[in-house]
């Protein structure tokens, strides 16, 4: 069963920068790709970037393109969503999540039904 536990999150001023964390375990598949949403109050969880893990590829929201940087570390399993530039709109709880895909199958990493595991959440408050 794969666990994904998150870390990283905080409150920094409007501007700032943070690194949020995801370390995996319990992975079997190696046709996976890993994502970030996030979640406001009030709000739908939205979509925020996502990487395949064999390829590297790498997708994002428009609302945080040139911002945002999402990478991995191999060895630790490890997701990580660089932030900079961070606005108060940027201001929610943020899950990553993982998904497993079939080669010669299209997917779509943008939504959420893509992804079968979830992690329990940090929240990331950009102050003004």
């Known amino acids: 069963q794969t666990q994904l536990v998150e870390s990283g999150g905080g409150l920094v001023q409007a501007g700032g920068s943070l690194r949020l964390s995801c370390a995996a375990s319990?992975?079997?598949?190696?046709?996976?790709?890993m994502g970030w949403f996030r979640q406001a109050p009030g709000k739908e969880r939205e979509f925020v970037g996502a990487i395949v893990w064999s390829g590297g590829g790498t997708v994002y929201a428009d609302s945080v393109k040139g911002r945002f940087t999402i990478s991995k570390d191999n060895a630790k399993n490890t997701l990580y969503l660089q932030m900079n530039s961070l606005k108060p709109e940027d201001t929610a709880v943020y899950f990553c999540a993982s998904g497993t895909y079939t080669a010669g199958y299209s997917f779509n990493l943008r939504d959420r039904r893509f992804y079968t595991h979830w992690g329990q959440g940090t929240q990331v408050t950009v102050s003004s």
């Open positions: 319990g992975r079997t598949s190696s046709s996976y790709a």
